[in-house]
């Protein structure tokens, strides 16, 4: 089956501690996204990326860091400088990275902090 | 910058009725793409309709339809013959020249059997 895939589903930071959050669509799609939820909150863009070795950042992206070696791959680190982490994170791959395609999301990753 | 925004946190439908979410945008765009996404408490995003700017006739997906009022800045999702499955958050969003997608801060939609 083709589709985005997130792992793991729950992710548990200690403080001043790196994690990545993973995302891997098997769709062949150029671009790929990580988006932040809050309660109460739409979605927010955290980076993008339109083709492979090239991303940029999006309106939250201070305290994350990202790579895209690989097409099928998005990788989200939440460093330590990101000082509230504890959110939803969701994944997104749409064909290109044009503003006529439609995005397709992932089943997500909750971080909590401990 | 563009905004979407989402003017009900909150809204209720009697099972087999017809509720209408509303949704307002703001750009100085004139070719851009409009979604409805729908998250169930599972928190799966998923695409119920989008709509086109340059194309004047509204969507339409089953019991899904759009009232697009491009110069009102307006884009409304009505869902008729309303299920319980339909229960849901509701997430309206704008996508324009930049590729990344602009969301309203969603609504919540109870069916009520």
């Known amino acids: 089956d083709g589709g985005i895939t997130q792992s793991p589903k729950y992710l548990f930071r200690k403080e001043g501690q790196n994690v990545t959050l993973s995302c891997e669509q098997n769709l062949n799609h150029d671009a790929m996204y990580w988006y932040r939820q809050d309660p109460g909150q739409g979605l927010r863009l955290i980076y993008y990326?339109?083709?492979?070795?090239?991303?940029q950042k999006g309106d939250i992206a201070e305290g994350y860091s990202v790579s895209r070696e690989k097409k099928e791959s998005f990788p989200l680190t939440v460093t330590s400088a990101q000082k509230n982490p504890t959110a939803f994170y969701l994944c997104?791959?749409?064909?290109?990275?044009?503003?006529?395609?439609?995005?397709?999301f992932g089943p997500g990753t909750r971080l909590l902090v401990l | 910058a563009q905004t979407v925004t989402q003017s009900q946190p909150e809204m209720s439908v009697q099972e087999a009725e017809t509720v209408t979410l509303s949704c307002t945008y703001d750009t100085s765009e004139s070719d851009y793409y409009l979604f409805w996404y729908k998250q169930p408490p599972s928190r799966q995003m998923i695409l119920v309709i989008r709509?086109?700017?340059?194309?004047?006739q509204n969507a339409t997906e089953n019991r899904f339809s759009v009232n697009f009022q491009k110069a009102a800045k307006s884009f409304s999702l009505k869902i008729s013959d309303s299920q319980l499955g339909d229960a849901a958050m509701y997430f309206c969003?704008?996508?324009?020249?930049?590729?990344?997608?602009?969301f309203g801060k969603g609504t919540k939609l109870s069916v009520k059997p």
């Open positions: 990326s339109q083709i492979v070795n090239d991303f």
């Open positions: 997104a791959s749409s064909l290109t990275g044009t503003g006529k395609e439609t995005q397709y």
């Open positions: 969003a704008y996508r324009g020249s930049q590729g990344n997608l602009i």
């Open positions: 709509q086109e700017a340059y194309k004047q």
